[in-house]
């Protein structure tokens, strides 16, 4: 089975820029996350929302571009939020303690919601 | 085949499979796929399934970057046995650097949001948390590293263990 690179579009629903994944977050992610990252950044979003449903693996160095990618959020004061993950993607979020930093939500209509709720309280 | 370095097999151990990838990246993938295939009878938990493939993708990309070096021509050497208690999986590499040792410590998720350490290294933190027992042996031409899944779950086997 060939690799399956990863794709990422990025949409903005309720004033959350959103970035669909699909593929396999690796290495080779790199690029194709950065630039989904920026572009999402352009609209100065307050909460980027990483939605994982196309996603079906995620290796070390994958864990790696996300805490990158967490860096960056909270560098610029952005909230970074991510959804639909596998619940063994859950748990490996939870060991790297991922989760203490990013809010990590079953589905995008949960994450817009709390994303709304909070950026409007903000 | 020829023991250099590796512990004991145990003498109820049976081979379920062997085989050789070269070093290719994503190559790690296929390693977990055939891992997969060939315990699929031991009933594993869809769980544990998940924890084994991604320690085994991380051993393998371990074993092909740090100790092969990403040369295509020298392969991974994958080994899957298993006995009534537990089941095991045995990555070799041909030791192109030193022998991997695990950090006693959590990487520090803090650290790396603050730039203080790289993002990176993870990859042996997540074997030792999705699997049972991880063994570490070699040589000078040789890494083995060896993934233990007990069949009668331990404390890792809960569903909902973390």
């Known amino acids: ?122 | 085949m020829t023991a250099y370095g590796q512990p004991d097999l145990g003498g109820d151990r049976r081979v379920l499979r062997e085989f050789s990838l070269p070093s290719e990246p994503g190559n790690e993938r296929r390693v977990a796929r055939e891992v997969e295939a060939a315990v699929e009878s031991l009933g594993l938990s869809g769980q544990r399934m998940e924890r084994l493939k991604t320690a085994v993708a991380e051993a393998t990309m371990n074993a092909m970057e740090h100790g092969n070096g990403y040369s295509p021509e020298v392969p991974v050497v994958v080994e899957v046995l298993a006995s009534g208690q537990d089941l095991s999986v045995r990555i070799t590499d041909r030791g192109g650097s030193p022998m991997p040792v695990p950090d006693p410590e959590v990487p520090d998720l803090s650290a790396k949001l603050e730039g203080l350490q790289t993002p990176r290294g993870w990859g042996l933190f997540l074997i030792r948390n999705m699997v049972d027992e991880m063994n570490i042996t070699g040589d000078r031409e040789h890494h083995t590293v060896e993934l233990i899944m007990h069949l009668e779950e331990g404390p890792k086997g809960g569903e909902d263990a973390g």
Not at chain 1, 2 to 24: D, F, M, N, Q, T
Not at chain 1, 67 to 93: M, P, Q, T, W
């Open chain 1, 1 to 122: 089975m060939p690799a399956k690179y990863l794709e990422a579009e990025v949409r903005r629903e309720a004033g959350v820029a959103v970035i669909e994944l699909r593929g396999e977050i690796d290495g080779f992610a790199e690029e194709a996350l950065a630039a989904a990252y920026e572009e999402a950044e352009a609209g100065n979003p307050e909460t980027v929302l990483l939605d994982f449903e196309g996603v079906d693996y995620i290796n070390s160095t994958g864990i790696a571009l996300i805490v990158g990618l967490l860096a960056k959020a909270r560098a610029s004061k952005k909230r970074l939020v991510a959804c639909n993950l596998s619940d063994h993607y859950v748990e490996i979020f939870n060991i790297t303690r991922l989760s203490d930093f990013m809010g990590v939500y079953p589905n995008r209509e949960s994450a817009l919601e709390e994303a709304v709720v909070t950026d409007g309280n903000a």
